[in-house]
């Protein structure tokens, strides 16, 4: 059975960094383009960063660019997000998602059906 796991979640203070994983298993998830969306209380889910299959393309948010980085590592089947510079906007649970790899264009309005259960990230200033 597919399933995406997230961790790496925590509290920090405005400045610092945290890293987020997925991992993906059931399927042959390193094919698939990866993608970290977020959600703040009362606010919709939102794209944060994309990962094509292969990990050479990836593509942001405005509001994360040159703060965030989206990577994956062998195997391929797991992404991290790198979170640099944390500001309190950014809290928020963070979702892993998962589509086909000819997907990756559209991932940020059209997400996959594959998601992850979530992990809070908060932001303290």
């Known amino acids: 059975q597919e399933h995406l796991v997230e961790s790496g979640g925590g509290s920090v203070q405005a400045g610092g960094s945290l890293t987020l994983s997925c991992t993906a298993s059931?399927?042959?998830?390193?094919?698939?383009?990866m993608g970290w969306f977020r959600q703040a209380p009362g606010l919709e889910r939102e794209f944060v960063a994309a990962?094509?299959?292969?990990?050479?393309?990836?593509k942001y948010a405005d509001s994360v660019k040159g703060r965030f980085t989206i990577f994956r590592k062998g195997p391929e089947n797991t992404v991290f997000l790198q979170m640099n510079n944390l500001k309190p906007e950014d809290t928020a649970v963070y979702y892993c998602?998962?589509?086909?790899?000819?997907?990756?264009?559209?991932?940020?309005?059209?997400?996959?059906?594959?998601w992850g259960q979530g992990t809070q990230v908060t932001v303290s200033s």
């Open positions: 990962s094509s299959w292969s990990g050479a393309t990836s």
């Open positions: 998602n998962a589509d086909r790899a000819d997907a990756y264009g559209t991932l940020e309005i059209r997400p996959g059906d594959y």
């Open positions: 059931g399927r042959m998830f390193s094919s698939y383009a």
